[in-house]
């Protein structure tokens, strides 16, 4: 997970490869996930980001990225595309 409390945006990357990004999530929660060290990712993930009632669910937006492993994260400029280089 990649958080950033500035631009309101973060990455989790969940335990079956999948790489979301969340937008206008609350920058108290992410000052709590970041200050509180002792919280647990899954429930604040739960109770943060997915819950229909949530400011992420209400405004922002959730989008899947094109990542293959978590150890790229955090992802800074995707295009909508992917394309491969192919070597002759």
């Known amino acids: 997970m990649v958080v950033d409390p500035i631009n309101a945006v973060?990455?989790?990357?969940?335990?079956?490869?999948?790489i979301y990004e969340y937008t206008k999530?609350?920058?108290?929660?992410i000052l709590?996930?970041?200050l509180?060290?002792?919280?647990?990712?899954g429930?604040?993930?739960n109770a943060?980001?997915?819950?229909?009632?949530?400011?992420?669910?209400?405004?922002?937006?959730?989008?899947?990225l094109n990542a293959l492993f978590a150890e790229s994260l955090p992802i800074q400029h995707e295009?909508?595309?992917?394309?491969?280089?192919v070597a002759n």
């Open 43 to 45: 429930f604040w993930v």
């Open 10 to 18: 973060v990455q989790v990357a969940y335990t079956k490869g999948s």
């Open 32 to 34: 709590a996930l970041l």
């Open 79 to 85: 295009p909508d595309y992917v394309t491969f280089k």
């Open 48 to 64: 943060y980001l997915t819950f229909c009632d949530s400011k992420t669910a209400r405004q922002g937006k959730c989008r899947r």
């Open 25 to 29: 999530v609350s920058r108290r929660a």
């Open 36 to 41: 509180i060290p002792t919280i647990s990712r």
